[in-house]
């Protein structure tokens, strides 16, 4: 079983940063693909990032794509989704997930979700 928790969510003026923290329990967190999804209000939720156990695969979003960075550091059990240039469409409540098998830029193979943190982005 793996316990995700969400951090550093909050209002930030369009063109703005925030750095999402996303912090995993056990002992296997390296063995772990992560991803990074969001909802916004009354939309579904969509896919934003996926990183490798290693770190060295990523895949993104086109949305975010060179405006998003996500990083992991496997001796912390933490995974970052550094935000630049915000914009009003990317206010959402940000998720994290963690599966073992899954298949880059969905959700299939995510069994493990954190709570999430809301980022707003005001215009």
């Known amino acids: 079983q793996v316990q995700l928790v969400e951090s550093g969510g909050g209002l930030v003026q369009a063109g703005g940063s925030l750095r999402l923290s996303c912090t995993a329990s056990g002992r296997t967190f390296s063995t772990y693909a992560m991803g990074w999804f969001r909802q916004a209000p009354g939309k579904e939720r969509e896919f934003v990032v996926t990183?490798?156990?290693?770190?060295?695969?990523?895949y993104y979003a086109d949305s975010v794509k060179g405006r998003f960075t996500v990083s992991r550091d496997n001796a912390k059990n933490t995974v970052y989704l550094q935000m630049n240039s915000l914009k009003p469409e990317d206010t959402a409540v940000y998720y994290c997930?963690?599966?073992?098998?899954?298949?880059?830029?969905?959700?299939?193979?995510?069994?493990?979700w954190g709570k999430g943190t809301l980022v707003t982005v005001s215009s």
């Open positions: 997930a963690a599966g073992s098998t899954v298949v880059y830029g969905t959700a299939s193979g995510m069994n493990y």
């Open positions: 990183i490798s156990g290693s770190g060295i695969r990523t």
